[in-house]
């Protein structure tokens, strides 16, 4: 098998490369910087990654599998603990509740290849149609965390390679546009009006925007989510716009110092709080016994949680 690649054609998007195409240890070391005594200990004690095995007892990656090193290696860098990573690694990977149902394309492996043909043209008419496709085939959850978000997220990631910082800017900004859109046309039709904010620093604009969509429903009126809120004036915010509930959205590992605070930002507050996100799913049980809900990350069970916690029937 001939091992002559670089880095930028390791990935499943990249010109003459099989998706069944396997490579061993060296070469995923070499590709992802990662020593081969931390692949194996990735796999052994954590199952982090699952390579198969020639006759011979040696490792061979997939391409998924150099992409999954790549994520470890990212959440790592953001400070979540190697033990933990898993199981956001199976929370991304998987599909929502609402499976995905054949309707022209047949699955999301094969949308998001498409998503990925129109970025590498800058193709914004093509993105355009595709966008329109899948929300006539499947419900916002899925056209956002199961087609999307992942492309949107594996860009941002390997943005640092030559042009993947102009595809994912494209994305970002069609995507933020689009789902403001929707965010100001599902306005005024809920009577529980829940104000979202972002946690400073711990998320992106669109991930804030797509939290909303996915937390709103015939029930709940989301207000417009405020990217790069400052804390300390949530209270006045609170005053004017009369919330019955705030819900604070980040994606980094939450640390002590985050959770006192949060506790203290409950306390402050004369509404009830709420953590949303991938941080909420880290800090579950740090937050046990507070002021403070856990919604989780996932669309459908996030909107679940609120209302519950709104109904007073969510334990905090």
């Given at each position: 098998m001939t091992l002559?690649?670089?880095e930028?054609?390791?990935?499943a998007r990249a010109p003459g490369l099989e998706q069944d195409e396997l490579f061993p240890i060296r070469e995923?070391?070499?590709?992802?910087?990662?020593?081969?005594?931390?692949?194996?200990?990735?796999?052994?004690r954590y199952g982090l990654i699952q390579p198969t095995r020639t006759d011979s007892g040696h490792r061979l990656y997939s391409l998924a599998d150099i992409e999954a090193v790549r994520s470890i290696m990212d959440w790592i860098e953001r400070g979540v603990a190697v033990s933990k990573v898993g199981t956001l690694l199976a929370r991304r990977a998987r599909p929502s509740a609402e499976a995905l149902q054949p309707?022209?394309?047949e699955d999301r492996g094969e949308w998001q290849a498409r998503i990925r043909a129109a970025l590498a043209e800058f193709d914004d008419l093509r993105l355009e149609r595709l966008?329109?496709?899948?929300f006539a085939s499947y419900t916002p959850q899925v056209v956002f965390q199961d087609i999307f978000m992942p492309v949107w997220q594996e860009a941002l990631t390997h943005r640092e390679r030559f042009g993947r910082t102009s595809e994912w800017l494209f994305l970002d900004g069609f995507l933020r546009a689009r789902t403001l859109q929707r965010l100001q046309l599902g306005r005024g039709h809920g009577e529980r009006r829940v104000l979202l904010v972002g946690w400073p620093g711990q998320c992106r604009e669109l991930e804030l925007q797509v939290a909303g969509l996915l937390l709103a429903g015939t029930s709940l009126d989301i207000l417009p989510p405020s990217f790069g809120q400052p804390l300390a004036e949530l209270t006045l915010v609170c005053e004017?716009?009369?919330p019955e509930a705030v819900v604070v959205f980040s994606n980094h590992p939450p640390t002590a110092a985050f959770v006192r605070q949060l506790s203290r930002l409950a306390l402050s507050l004369d509404r009830p709080l709420a953590l949303a996100g991938e941080a909420a799913d880290l800090a579950a049980g740090s937050l046990d016994g507070s002021a403070v809900a856990v919604l989780g990350s996932e669309g459908g069970?996030?909107?679940r949680r609120l209302l519950q916690f709104l109904a007073g029937h969510l334990d905090t």
């Open positions: 002559a690649m670089n930028s054609a390791a990935t995923v070391s070499r590709l992802t910087g990662v020593n081969p005594v931390t692949l194996r200990a990735w796999e052994r309707a022209g394309v966008y329109g496709q899948a004017k716009q009369r069970l996030m909107q």
